[in-house]
């Protein structure tokens, strides 16, 4: 059994977490958020302390240090996207590997001093790109490998998930804190495109604004037009008033079914981390440079061919 600390415990997906370490088997020894928050840690670990500062959550950690009973093995960091550096350096320096939710941090720069962190403190952190866990994931992928054609697929990502006002009122609305939409709600599916798809070739930016963002994305093996949004306007008619959200992944046309199977991707992401198979730093950089180039790129259509049809359509 291995001990965890979880810092934002209060999150909206703590939770996963919380039950994924629970199901592997493990132990959830100490929290923190500055959120109070935090009842569902009864039906996970009722004897799990929890802290409101962290200067009180990190000496109570360091103390577990002198007792091999009670040292931490692992940090979960499910905290604010901009506070995801601080707290993966402070998990690697109390002696623990560290298991970070998306998107891990912001820049290349940041990387690579969690690079120099990890050689410090000899200890590993890993990303959660549960993506890479999910069934109908691998079979693409394990498609696309075994494909004799040398044409590159063409490829349509659709991802709307409605928000309301408060949105735009918590830290996730602040570009600094999320840095913005598309890699707050897109990095994990800019690492599912690279997954399944190979290296990035072009990264156009066609459309930007606080609440949803479109472009084209060209790897080795697929051209692709994204659309992302938190704006419940852009759901299809088909879909309006009846659920929240639209995924809708084409390729070549056909119709990719994902929207089941999403429920236990944290609790393999932890088996598989657990059982040294989980996917460190580098296998971050490559979803890191892609939403930084787009968060920094100037929109421009260069073919209209190439811009997804719900731009088209606004």
């Known amino acids: 059994m291995k001990n965890f600390a979880l810092i934002g415990a209060a999150g909206y997906i703590a939770p996963r977490h919380m039950k994924a370490i629970k199901e592997t088997g493990n132990l959830l020894s100490v929290g923190y958020d500055i959120n109070d928050s935090v009842g569902i840690i009864d039906s996970i670990s009722p004897q799990s302390e929890f802290f409101t500062q962290f200067e009180r959550f990190y000496d109570h950690a360091y103390k577990l240090k002198r007792n091999d009973q009670t040292k931490l093995d692992y940090v979960s960091v499910c905290s604010p996207n901009y506070l995801h550096h601080s707290h993966i350096t402070a998990g690697l320096r109390l002696g623990c590997d560290v298991i970070c939710e998306k998107p891990l941090v912001p820049t290349i720069a940041e990387l690579e001093d969690l690079i120099l962190v990890e050689q410090e403190t000899g200890k590993k952190v890993f990303n959660i790109l549960q993506l890479r866990h999910h069934q109908a994931i691998l079979d693409l992928k394990a498609k696309v490998e075994s494909a004799s054609s040398d044409d590159k697929h063409e490829v349509e990502l659709t991802y709307i998930t409605s928000r309301g006002?408060?949105?735009?009122?918590?830290?996730?609305?602040?570009?600094?804190?999320?840095?913005?939409?598309?890699?707050?709600?897109?990095?994990?599916?800019?690492?599912?495109?690279?997954?399944?798809?190979?290296?990035?070739?072009?990264?156009?930016?066609?459309?930007?604004?606080?609440?949803?963002?479109?472009?084209?994305?060209?790897?080795?093996?697929?051209?692709?037009?994204?659309?992302?949004?938190?704006?419940?306007?852009?759901?299809?008619?088909?879909?309006?008033?009846?659920?929240?959200?639209?995924?809708?992944?084409?390729?070549?046309?056909?119709?990719?079914?994902?929207?089941?199977?999403?429920?236990?991707?944290?609790?393999?992401?932890?088996?598989?981390?657990?059982?040294?198979?989980?996917?460190?730093?580098?296998?971050?950089?490559?979803?890191?440079?892609?939403?930084?180039?787009?968060?920094?790129?100037?929109?421009?259509?260069?073919?209209?061919?190439?811009?997804?049809?719900?731009?088209?359509?606004?």
């Open 165 to 314: 006002n408060w949105y735009m009122e918590s830290w996730k609305g602040d570009p600094r804190k999320s840095f913005g939409v598309a890699t707050n709600i897109g990095v994990h599916f800019f690492d599912m495109l690279h997954f399944i798809f190979g290296k990035l070739q072009r990264n156009d930016l066609h459309f930007m604004n606080n609440d949803k963002a479109a472009g084209y994305l060209e790897y080795e093996n697929a051209r692709v037009k994204w659309f992302l949004s938190i704006d419940a306007n852009d759901l299809p008619e088909s879909v309006q008033g009846k659920q929240p959200t639209y995924r809708s992944i084409t390729c070549d046309g056909e119709e990719l079914e994902f929207s089941k199977g999403f429920t236990d991707l944290h609790t393999i992401s932890y088996q598989e981390i657990l059982a040294g198979r989980g996917y460190g730093l580098e296998d971050a950089r490559h979803c890191i440079e892609t939403v930084n180039a787009i968060r920094n790129g100037k929109t421009h259509i260069e073919n209209e061919n190439e811009v997804h049809r719900f731009v088209k359509g606004a």
